[in-house]
């Protein structure tokens, strides 16, 4: 209830997507989209909860009651309609492109999900860059050093793999004693 006071309504999609996160169900992804509507100021909101329904639909594949449509597209709906770009914050901005350039890239590439999903994560690596005393160095990190895994990850499965290393040593360069050097590292071979 103290974290919840202290964020307020704009930042509760934050609060519930961790709730979700940590105990998935259907009423903790019900309190997050609940959350992602009283906040509409938050384009961070909408990317987080389309992520969280688009994974809960690929689990639930098997699930004859449901559909993976019905879930998928008004997900997809609300990943491509929310605009990073309009939240105040460089914060909020950076995280929303990330998860979105992560969510594109997951997908299928097909329509432009790649190019869209690269851009994504191009731009919250610009914001990362920025120096900027509202992000905090541990948030930096993170955004860098995972964009530059996934970006990675994208140039390999492009075909272009000077590229792709150079995007890997940079996800090394980030925290060169981290798990995110090590996925990196691997990925390097």
Known sequence: PAVIDAAGPRLLPLITWGAHDTGRSAATLQAFERAVLAAPDLALGPILLAEATIARGVRRRGDPQQGLLDEVVPALHRLVTADPERDPERAAQAFAHFH???IELSLPPVRGRRARGVAALEAALALADQDDPTLDPAARARIAGNAHLALGRAAVAEGDRPRA???????IAVDPRGPLAEAARAELG
């Open 165 to 171: 290393d150079r995007l890997f040593h940079a996800a």
């Open 100 to 102: 979105r350039g992560r």
